[in-house]
């Protein structure tokens, strides 16, 4: 027999798709965290070939060296960036991005040894072609950060959509599992709303061991429905559940109070009826036919139903009680 689980297993289930949450806010945190640095370097980039052509532009401007401290840290935070991307396949120049950045920061360091001798000559011809390079190499790390930015982007919605889908898929499971163990614990029968055969079963043993001790009379009527079995294709799914609405009513209607009248299987159908001799039990089983056969159902073809009455004998036991009755019914 399959073991259940307990209530601690479903719950702790649940709670792991709830902890999918906290794991996708750090995912984007962290995306945003590196998209936020990312676009922070494009910008210093940028920045760094606006100021390169600035000192070309203006070689002998008395803020140039304020400028040049502000190149020298940008510089060397963008060199912490390109030194943690230089394997990035998103690079899309025509060597590495390493060897550009080191052009870059080799003409910059020749340009502040002619800017330290003052050499004005020199100081032009390296700032402009400073500037081309550092130029270069912020359209290079632009298109980089877009390519890297839209790939993260795919990355979050892919994972979003897993996520979702795992929880959606966690929640069906144990949804499914709940459903299935609220049906197997019920007494009712879902399609009828008549008890179910384990309450049959429970009752049964109950009313039979209480009429051996009390030798108080005790009777069952069982009633089968004709080409309504599993798998029968004689009527189809729409007019089986009419049938089994329409039939219930009319047990229901019928039996006392103090009757149990339960779904025994998919076409038998058992009435408990306590403090009752077979005969009395007749006298009900007349008044269903008369029921059953008044209401025509309104399906092609006709039902027939089969009808068995039996009185327990204390002598024997709940199983051949069931078996003796059924027998009755061939």
Same mark, same amino acid.
């Given at each position: 027999m399959q073991k259940e689980w307990s209530s @601690?297993?479903? *719950?702790?289930?649940?709670?792991l798709v709830v902890l999918i949450l906290p794991f996708s806010f750090y995912f984007v945190y962290t995306s945003f965290k590196t998209m936020q640095h990312d676009t922070k370097i494009v910008r210093q980039s940028s920045w760094t070939a606006g100021?390169?052509? &600035?000192?070309?532009?203006?070689?002998? !401007? =008395?803020? %140039? =060296? &304020?400028?040049?401290?502000?190149?020298?840290? *940008?510089? &060397?935070?963008? $060199?912490?960036?390109? *030194? #943690?991307?230089? %394997? $990035?396949?998103?690079?899309?120049?025509a060597q590495t991005l390493s060897k550009d950045f080191l =052009?870059?920061?080799?003409?910059? +360091? +020749?340009? #502040?040894e002619n800017f330290s001798k003052h050499n !004005?000559?020199?100081i032009r011809q390296h700032s402009n072609q400073c500037y081309g390079l550092v130029d270069d190499l912020a359209i290079i790390i632009e298109k980089m950060v877009y390519l890297k930015q839209n790939k993260i982007i795919n990355i979050f919605y892919l994972s979003l959509a897993l996520a979702m889908i795992f929880a959606l898929l966690i929640i069906y499971m144990v949804r499914t599992y709940i459903y299935i163990q609220m049906k197997k614990h019920a007494i009712h029968d879902h399609e009828t709303k008549l008890f179910n055969q384990k309450y049959f079963n429970a009752v049964l043993k109950t009313s039979t061991a209480r009429s051996q001790r009390y030798k108080d009379p005790l009777s069952m009527l069982f009633i089968t429905i004709a080409n309504f079995g599993k798998g029968d294709t004689t009527y189809d799914k729409k007019t089986k559940k009419h049938i089994l609405e329409? @039939? $219930?009513?009319?047990?229901? $209607?019928?039996?006392?109070t103090s009757d149990i009248a339960c779904r025994y299987d998919e076409d038998h159908f058992a009435i408990i009826v306590p403090d009752s001799e077979k005969h009395n039990t007749e006298l009900l089983e007349s008044r269903l036919r008369q029921a059953l056969e008044e209401n025509n159902f309104g399906v092609s073809p006709e039902l027939k139903f089969d009808y068995a009455t039996a009185q327990f004998d204390n002598k024997e036991t709940v199983e051949a009680f069931i078996i003796r009755t059924q027998n009755l019914l061939n």
């Open positions: @601690f297993r479903i *719950t702790l289930i649940l709670y100021a390169m052509e &600035h000192l070309a532009v203006n070689p002998a !401007d =008395q803020n %140039n =060296q &304020h400028m040049i401290e502000r190149i020298d840290k *940008t510089l &060397h935070e963008i $060199s912490l960036w390109v *030194t #943690k991307n230089s %394997n $990035s396949k998103l690079y899309i120049g =052009q870059v920061n080799a003409c910059w +360091t +020749t340009y #502040k !004005d000559t020199n329409t @039939f $219930s009513d009319l047990i229901r $209607s019928t039996v006392r």
